[in-house]
């Protein structure tokens, strides 16, 4: 939003507090789309997938685990991270669809070249589908990111990894995305919208402002 | 939170129509209203108030809420006259009743005694169109004072050695200080700088109607829910709207200033909601759309009279010598939590280098730094990882999860040179939503903003390694091809040949045309342009009701 540099950003990050331009030109989308992935959720029936067939469903999901893997921490399957990103691709991302379309065959082809004897992505261990997507990497290489200014996602990886990040950190206060707030106690964001000081470990024995001549008198 | 307000037809003709509600048209609005004058305000946003700014990243950032659209107002760019303009999101600017200063940063830096005269103090620079302010930082000092006590700006005065001279101090103490402020203070001072407490638009203490600041988070691109963010809808058009003369409209797209056979102008011609198009008379009209919007509504009301923009014929600058400041950003990674995501972004600056010597350095310039924290959850994990972070699986996330706390910014802002060829212009081919000429931005840095920033940054690495920082990094720095602060394009000076307004805001070639906002900068200052466009709007103010008492602009 903001420039790439300054303030805010904006903004813009004007300003600002910003984030990227992918995130930021779909966002108002993205709250249907995290709305519908806790309504699909809590529901607790089966989820109707709007885009996405079971079978790339279960490849996605597996796909943005290992972008966000769960661990001793909740990740991107606890976010429900997949049902967002259905739910985005036939909504406010639909200008990416192509991308996956193109990108899953791909994927499949690849899983073939490199693992032979698995089938598919999802069933291959994590350390194998780690190698695929260092090697997708390698072929879709991104030109570096610029500071608040990110242009859109060129390539089914980054679209994918940006996708799963926005699905995973929303704002939880919105009731939207980010399940359970787990993003946002991963990161350590209080979920507050008001604080007194001291914030953080540095400010908290602050003795007060005093001008450089006297700390120096002290001395 | 709406205050009522008189409606005026629109052939009902005012003292003068405003357009733009933002820094400088807000203040205008409640100066010449509170001066008896009766005043229409047309601002393209719309009327936003405390109960519309959200916390909501999706409304603000994602339906630019509070920013210019880049879809419905879309703009091209080009580094120099001799390329094509290619389409790009070339800028940022507020658009709604407060303008920029709703969401802004709200740092607020006066300028110094050297920005006036500084082409007097280092002489000509060779690429540059470096010249003098026509008045000087003792015009104007009267007019921060005001700033400081009329909108709510906390500081403490004589904090900073290299403070300009003042007479008053601040109205209100600094804000509290954020554990980035306290890195940085004790780095600054160990290696020798001086530090000190930032002067913010953001009240410290409550006023009438306004809350001291809640430290909530969402302060930069977000509009302050509880009023402490001192925007020009808070802190002046509210005062405005009270004297019962003044009314704000806002939806209305301003396209064209209509001038009659003797090449005055009679009023604004604007787009309502609807699209339907309405024209406001006025005796006189003072532009306040930014320096991106002021030059290209000058450029789009051309006519017979005025064939290469209204107000540009004698200089034909209109739009010219665009200024962005230089700027730079290191980041640093601590061994504890900051938690620098609460509160307000910037509590410590520094003032060391804001006139370096050209001879010992090697470029021209000079600028200040800033230790905050800005970024929101997503962003953070998009951007603001170091560079060697991978981008995904178990060491991106431990990476994510660790940093997010103990993150902070060393933010440079530094001087911008002028240019001539650094322009805002009409593209010949793009069109907006309404069918008129998308803005062009042509720019390309003086290639010692470029020297300058890399310097400041360099002192920036320093300060972070003097902080103990586990892990140090900068975004690249690079040409700029993105504008937020948009100065200079209809810069004033005594010279009708080389610049578009005289000191008192006037246009030298319409009478009864005036423009105050960034347009009316001729140098940059360090950084941080807004509280010198609101000293401004409060001179303009004055001497526009005083050539209004005398009978000088009817005349």
């Not at chain 1, 693992?115 to 069933?123: C, I, N, R, T, Y």
Request: hydrophobic letters at 35%; a neutral charge.
């Amino acid at each position: 939003m903001i420039n790439e540099l300054s303030r805010r950003r904006f903004l813009s990050q004007a300003g600002i507090a910003v984030s990227a331009a992918w995130a930021s030109a779909h966002w108002p989308e993205m709250v249907s789309a995290a709305t519908h992935a806790h309504q699909a959720m809590q529901s607790g029936k089966a989820y109707k997938f709007e885009f996405f067939t079971p079978a790339e469903a279960t490849e996605i999901d597996a796909l943005s685990a290992r972008i966000i893997p769960t661990d001793d921490t909740p990740g991107a399957r606890e976010a429900g991270v997949l049902y967002f990103i259905d739910r985005a691709l036939v909504t406010f991302a639909s200008g990416d669809q192509q991308k996956y379309r193109d990108g899953l065959p791909e994927l499949q082809n690849l899983v073939r070249e490199k693992l032979p004897g698995v089938e598919k992505f999802s069933a291959a261990t994590s350390e194998q589908q780690d190698e695929v997507l260092h090697t997708m990497e390698a072929s879709q290489a991104e030109k570096p990111p610029r500071r608040r200014n990110l242009q859109s996602a060129q390539t089914f990886l980054e679209a994918l990894r940006v996708a799963t990040i926005s699905g995973f950190l929303i704002d939880p206060e919105t009731g939207l995305g980010n399940r359970g707030g787990v993003g946002w106690k991963l990161i350590g964001r209080e979920p507050e919208h008001s604080f007194q000081p001291p914030f953080g470990y540095y400010d908290k024995d602050y003795p007060g402002w005093q001008p450089a001549q006297k700390m120096a008198d002290k001395k | 939170m709406k205050v009522e307000q008189p409606k005026y037809k629109t052939s009902d003709e005012v003292d003068f129509v405003i357009i733009g509600s933002g820094a400088a048209g807000g203040i205008l609005a409640k100066e010449l209203s509170t001066n008896g004058f009766r005043v229409v305000v047309l601002e393209q946003g719309p009327y936003l108030t405390e109960a519309d700014y959200t916390h909501n990243e999706i409304k603000v950032l994602g339906e630019d809420l509070l920013t210019n659209h880049p879809k419905s107002q879309p703009t091209t760019f080009r580094k120099t006259p001799r390329d094509k303009a290619k389409q790009h999101r070339a800028l940022v600017y507020g658009r709604s009743v407060g303008g920029t200063s709703v969401h802004f940063t709200a740092n607020f830096w006066r300028f110094h005694e050297i920005d006036f005269i500084e082409r007097s103090k280092v002489g000509a620079i060779p690429g540059a169109n470096l010249v003098d302010w026509p008045i000087q930082y003792a015009d104007l000092e009267p007019y921060y004072t005001k700033v400081e006590w009329e909108i709510g700006v906390s500081g403490l005065a004589g904090a900073s050695p290299f403070d300009p001279p003042r007479s008053k101090p601040y109205p209100m103490p600094p804000l509290p200080v954020k554990s980035s402020g306290v890195i940085f203070e004790r780095a600054a001072r160990q290696l020798g700088w001086n530090p000190f407490p930032a002067p913010m638009a953001i009240l410290s203490q409550p006023r009438p109607g306004r809350s001291a600041c809640m430290n909530c988070g969402f302060c930069l691109s977000f509009g302050c829910e509880v009023g402490a963010k001192s925007s020009s809808l808070v802190a002046a058009i509210r005062v405005a709207e009270r004297t019962g003369r003044c009314e704000i409209r806002p939806d209305s797209y301003v396209h064209r200033i209509e001038t009659d056979a003797r090449g005055r102008a009679i009023g604004a011609a604007y787009f309502d909601k609807d699209k339907n198009t309405h024209l406001q008379k006025a005796k006189a009209v003072i532009v306040c759309a930014n320096g991106a919007e002021t030059p290209r509504l000058l450029l789009m009301s051309a006519n017979k009279q005025f064939p290469n923009g209204l107000a540009n014929n004698s200089s034909g600058m209109v739009g010219n010598n665009l200024m962005l400041n230089s700027a730079a950003i290191s980041m640093g990674v601590f061994e504890h939590p900051l938690n620098d995501y609460k509160g307000f972004a910037v509590s410590r600056i520094l003032h060391d280098f804001y006139e370096l010597d050209a001879q010992k350095v090697g470029f021209y310039g000079g600028g200040g730094l800033d230790g905050r924290f800005d970024a929101t959850p997503i962003g953070f994990a998009l951007n603001g990882l170091p560079p060697d972070t991978p981008k995904w699986g178990s060491a991106f996330k431990k990476t994510l999860a660790e940093n997010f706390t103990r993150t902070m910014e060393v933010f440079s802002h530094g001087t911008s040179l002028a240019r001539e060829e650094n322009s805002f212009s009409l593209d010949p081919e793009l069109k907006d939503a309404w069918g008129l000429p998308a803005l062009r931005m042509t720019y390309k840095d003086h290639p010692d903003d470029l020297k300058l920033v890399k310097w400041l940054n360099d002192r920036a690495l320093e300060l972070l390694d003097a902080a103990g920082a586990k892990k140090k990094w900068s975004y690249p720095i690079t040409e700029q091809e993105f504008a937020v602060h948009l100065l200079g394009t209809c810069r004033m000076g005594n010279d009708p040949k080389t610049s578009v307004i005289n000191s008192d805001h006037r246009t030298h070639d319409v009478k009864n045309l005036f423009l105050c906002d960034g347009s009316s900068l001729v140098t940059s200052g360090r950084g941080q342009p807004t509280m010198t466009i609101e000293a401004l709007a409060f001179r303009a103010a004055d001497r526009i009701t005083a050539l209004a008492k005398s009978g000088e602009i009817s005349a």
